[in-house]
Nanobody, 127 residues
Framework: EVHFVESGGGTVQPGGTLTLFCEASGFPFSSYAMGWFRQAPGKDREFVAAVNWNGINSYYADSVKGRFTVSRDNAKNTVSLQMTSLKPEDTAVYLC????????????????????WGQGTQVTVSS
């Protein structure tokens, strides 16, 4: 059974920093790209960042590029998301999943590989 456990969220002021963690199990972790997604109240879930199977290549939504860094540890089946210069619009529940991509109009579109999701971790950016 696929299982994701996210942690590390909290409340920070604009400009602050948080690092999120995800522990995955139930599938061959090192064979998959891993992704972070987020869902704000009243909005659809959206892609945030992904890292390929060996951690060498990473991909980001335009809204977080230059501020967030995704990384993984295949020995521990974990993926992290370091978030800096946080903005109020980053407020959301953050979730991880194995990630897959397809090319559309010259751009890579990322989505989750599995229908199963963890509880997520809440990030609130507010003064």
């Amino acid at each position: 059974e696929v299982h994701f456990v996210e942690s590390g969220g909290g409340t920070v002021q604009p400009g602050g920093t948080l690092t999120l963690f995800c522990e995955a199990s139930g599938f061959p972790f090192s064979s998959y790209a891993m992704g972070w997604f987020r869902q704000a109240p009243g909005k659809d879930r959206e892609f945030v960042a992904a890292v390929n199977w060996n951690g060498i290549n990473s991909y980001y939504a335009d809204s977080v590029k230059g501020r967030f860094t995704v990384s993984r540890d295949n020995a521990k089946n974990t993926v992290s998301l370091q978030m800096t210069s946080l903005k109020p619009e980053d407020t959301a529940v953050y979730l991880c999943n194995a990630a897959g991509s397809a090319r559309s109009n010259g751009k890579l579109i990322w989505g989750p590989e599995y229908d199963s999701w963890g509880q997520g971790t809440q990030v609130t950016v507010s003064s």
